[in-house]
């Protein structure tokens, strides 16, 4: 077990979190889908990949499909995304400080 400590702006208060990572997986994800409802926000994870089971065009024309394979479902409440958010933005913001920005590279 990992340890973390976490400090509470206004009481400076000293919170442990204790992280157990004995069950943890990891996946990796190129695609994502939301769902919302009015208490939670429905995150489905997975990846994108040229549909095995293609089926011929019709009229001949050649098409591409693509499979969205979810491999993973994360249910939040609005003000757990909302920090996870402005955790990713920041993380974003330092890659791109870092490295120049997302999508401007060739």
């Known amino acids: ?3 973390d400590t976490t400090t509470t702006a206004p009481e400076q208060q000293q919170i442990q979190v204790m992280l157990d990572e004995r069950e943890m ?7 994502y889908r939301i769902h919302t409802a009015p208490e939670e926000i429905v995150l489905d994870l997975g990846f994108n990949m040229p549909n095995p089971n293609q089926q011929p065009a019709q009229g001949g024309q050649p098409s591409q499909q693509m499979l ?9 409440s609005y003000g757990n995304a909302k920090r996870l958010t402005a955790s990713l ?11 120049g920005e ?3 590279r060739k």
């Open 1 to 3: 077990m990992s340890q």
């Open 25 to 31: 997986r990891t996946m990796y994800a190129n695609a």
């Open 68 to 76: 969205f394979k979810v491999t993973d479902r994360v249910i939040m």
């Open 89 to 99: 933005q920041q993380l974003v913001k330092r890659f791109e400080q870092q490295f």
């Open 102 to 104: 997302i999508g401007a």
